[in-house]
């Protein structure tokens, strides 16, 4: 059963599950930590039973700019709009970017009389940020180049449904400082907890992201620790990795990848971690790469349940931006 803090599940209803104070999310920092308690609560509720939830999303449309290619990302919110009955419109802009055929505003713009909720996965975190500041309805960052809100929230919710509380979680991060990475901080110091990134000098997230960590982790109790020593990988609850060179991303690739390949989750940095903790992967993954086939394909593996809770994670928050009066009445 998933783990929460207990006056999250006594009752629901105690809670003012009106719509979010944020209107758009490009960030896990654009929520408190009440908000994102209250979404991955509400995606296990989903994960158990949508049927509460059936058609919520009727006669409501949900438009995707794709700039990236996808199978989780794409997949799991249009399936998921689509089972609450919305209707979804993809529109593929990986051979023409955001804003080439006519400007970001414009096109937010336009889009805000047609839709009720935007969904963009893109290069530039930056032409999010223009989108979001003209658009009249909700923008989710589906992935950039700083940020991945969204894989966040379905990795607590999959934690949780493992017995970690989302409030103390002990994580690990190995490799490259990147946007997943950016979003994981965040999310831990937020709510609490602790989160090792454990990465070369070269590859640490940026000082932006760590610096809105740090006061967040001052008000939450948070620690975020930043090394290169393997060593902090044991007792953690969770060893989480990701590739080390992302799409699009530019730069000397093989130099970067001579850097990380100590950094390898294989067994040896498991039975390092401990036999509690959890292997942790957002997908794709490169086997014999940042994992080893044997331990992205293990029983401690919980890849799948953090992509099936992609899902559930963003109906939660398009239900809480878009229907907060059904998640009202039907939360318990």
């Known amino acids: 059963m998933p783990v929460f803090p207990q006056h999250m599940t006594n009752d629901m209803t105690t809670l003012d599950l009106h719509r979010l104070t944020t209107r758009h999310l490009l960030r896990i920092s654009d929520l408190t930590s009440t908000e994102i308690l209250r979404l991955l609560l509400l995606a296990a509720q989903l994960k158990r039973d949508l049927k509460p939830f059936g058609g919520a999303f009727s006669q409501r449309s949900l438009a995707m700019l794709f700039e990236k290619p996808s199978l989780r990302t794409r997949v799991s919110f249009e399936a998921g709009f689509q089972k609450l009955g919305g209707g979804v419109v993809f529109i593929d802009h990986t051979t023409s970017r955001i804003g080439e055929r006519e400007s970001v505003e414009d096109t937010a713009q336009n889009l805000s009389r047609w839709v009720d909720a935007v969904v ?11 989108f979001a500041a003209v658009s009249d309805v909700p923008v989710i960052n ?28 002990n994580i690990a991060w190995v490799g ?44 939450s109790g948070a620690t975020i620790a930043c090394t290169d020593d393997l060593s902090a990988v044991e007792g953690v609850d969770a060893v ?18 001579t ?10 940095l498991m039975e390092r971690a401990g036999p509690q903790a959890r292997f942790m992967h957002c997908l794709p993954a490169h086997r014999g790469e940042e994992v080893t086939a ?37 939360s318990i």
């Open 294 to 330: 044997d331990i992205l394909d293990g029983p401690r593996s919980i890849t799948l349940d953090q992509a099936e809770f992609r899902m559930h994670a963003q109906n939660a928050l398009l239900l809480s931006l878009l229907r907060p009066d059904i998640v009202l009445r039907k």
């Open 120 to 130: 963009i996965r893109c290069i530039s975190h930056d032409l999010l940020t223009r």
């Open 176 to 219: 490259d400082g990147n946007n997943v990475c950016n979003s994981l901080i965040e999310m831990v110091a937020t709510l609490g907890g602790r989160l090792q990134v454990i990465t070369p000098h070269s590859c640490r997230p940026s000082d932006e992201v760590l610096q809105v960590a740090a006061a967040r982790a001052f008000r």
């Open 259 to 268: 850097r990380l390949r100590p950094y390898q989750v294989n067994a040896g």
């Open 240 to 257: 989480y990795t990701d590739v080390w060179v992302s799409m699009g991303e530019s730069g000397d690739h093989e130099a970067k990848m």
């Open 142 to 169: 589906a992935l950039s180049d700083r940020h991945h809100p969204c894989q966040a929230l379905a990795d607590l919710a999959a934690l949780a449904e493992y017995g970690v509380d989302p409030l103390h979680a």
